[in-house]
């Protein structure tokens, strides 16, 4: 697949992408990652393990690896926002993203990763076919697990646009289960905003945990190693994490790869986060 491709899929937002459809295999922003650009890389991570709620998880694991990962970036301390456990709450991450997100200036990346709990809820507004929104299962102050501390795909869509620039190239990441459409392009929420998707697995699916991290995070940081320094483009990653799903994982979890009709295609967005060297994945160390 090239760039005639790239074309016809262009104002589509990329659902097609949903089905493991591959990406373009080409690289097609002429800005390059950060270490070419100059640009500034912004994050904000959620990872919730749910302590003492009986629905437990390992995504702390996943935390601690992308952490790791944005430090083998060289990526300063200073442009990331960490929220575990009991911090993982609405205000905290609303508050991160609009603190984050208005530091982004045009050609600047945002990245909005999170690991949890994945969930739906009754539609309010009517814009989703199946009458459901998806939801990130944030938790209360306290860490309770509570349908009204949830973010749905509605308010996330709400942040985003209201905090960051149409020129900032935004990049969102949910390892949870039920999170294929967390990035609802299809919907006009979105506008004009330069952004991608990456999600665990399909709206009516669940997302593995291997005991130690999930399945959809360890298999984006091995693509990342395999590529090496090189640049790429977030299609390029989206089609080299599915080689390592299946040749490692073989899960049953359909891991989605989505863009807004703003960016036309995965291939037109480089992805920021090259390791300086070295880096090796945490999947078998």
Request: with cysteine.
């Amino acid at each position: 697949m090239g760039a005639q491709l790239a074309a016809q899929l262009c104002g589509l937002g990329l659902q097609l992408l949903a089905d493991r459809m591959e990406a373009p295999d080409v690289n097609d922003d002429p800005d390059g990652p950060p270490q070419i650009s100059g640009c500034q890389v912004y994050m904000v991570l959620i990872a919730l393990d749910y302590p003492g709620t009986g629905n437990e998880l390992t995504c702390t694991k996943d935390g601690d690896n992308m952490r790791a990962l944005w430090q083998a970036c060289g990526m300063p301390p200073s442009n990331l926002s960490v929220f575990y456990n009991n911090d993982g709450h609405k205000a905290n991450v609303l508050g991160a993203i609009q603190k984050m997100g208005q530091q982004c200036q045009p050609g600047d990346y945002f990245i909005f990763y999170y690991s949890g709990h994945g969930s739906s809820v009754p539609d309010k507004d009517g814009d989703e076919a199946d009458g459901k929104d998806e939801a990130l299962c944030l938790v209360t102050p306290e860490g309770k697990i509570d349908w009204n501390a949830f973010l749905t795909d509605d308010e996330l869509a709400e942040a985003m646009t209201s905090n960051i620039e149409e020129g900032v190239k935004t990049i969102i990441m949910s390892d949870c289960c039920h999170s294929g459409t967390i990035s609802d392009f299809r919907t006009a929420d979105w506008g004009g905003l330069h952004a991608c998707s990456f999600s665990g697995c399909a709206d009516d699916q669940t997302s593995g945990d291997t005991g130690n991290g999930g399945i959809f995070t360890h298999s984006l940081l091995m693509a990342i190693a395999d590529f090496g320094e090189g640049s790429y483009s977030v299609g390029q990653l989206y089609n080299k994490t599915l080689e390592f799903d299946d040749s490692v994982f073989a899960s049953e979890q359909d891991i989605k790869c989505a863009c807004s009709s703003a960016t036309g295609a995965p291939s037109n967005m480089a992805w920021p986060l090259v390791p300086r060297g070295g880096y090796c994945a945490p999947w078998g160390r």
